[in-house]
């Protein structure tokens, strides 16, 4: 059984920096592609960026282009999204999510787990 457990939120300065972690177990996942959406109050959740374990393939959203960076640590099963030079508009819950296969997609309804999120708030 897949489980993804996010952790790494909290509330930080406009311009400053985060790092999520994304701890994955329950599957070897040389196969899955990993990938981060976020969800604001009021807004339907939305792609962050999205790569394949293995490094091959990564996409990012326009909004966070040049931002946000996805990396993973095979040892530990964990992804990361380090997120810099922080805007009140990142402010959501992120979320953590995997599907098997080789190709980076951006639809919610193309991934087949979830993690339960984490809040980051960015104040300005």
């Known amino acids: 059984q897949v489980q993804l457990v996010e952790s790494g939120g909290g509330l930080v300065q406009a311009g400053g920096s985060l790092r999520l972690s994304c701890a994955a177990s329950?599957?070897?996942?040389?196969?899955?592609?990993m990938a981060w959406f976020r969800q604001a109050p009021g807004k339907e959740r939305e792609f962050v960026g999205s790569?394949?374990?293995?490094?091959?393939?990564?996409y990012y959203a326009d909004s966070v282009k040049g931002r946000f960076t996805i990396s993973r640590d095979n040892a530990k099963n964990t992804v990361y999204l380090q997120m810099n030079s922080l805007k009140p508009e990142d402010t959501a819950i992120y979320y953590c999510?995997?599907?098997?296969?080789?190709?980076?997609?951006?639809?919610?309804?193309?991934?087949?787990?979830w993690g339960q999120g984490t809040q980051v708030t960015v104040s300005s």
């Open positions: 790569r394949t374990w293995s490094g091959g393939n990564t």
């Open positions: 999510a995997a599907r098997y296969g080789i190709s980076v997609r951006v639809t919610v309804q193309e991934y087949d787990y």
């Open positions: 329950g599957r070897t996942f040389s196969n899955y592609a």
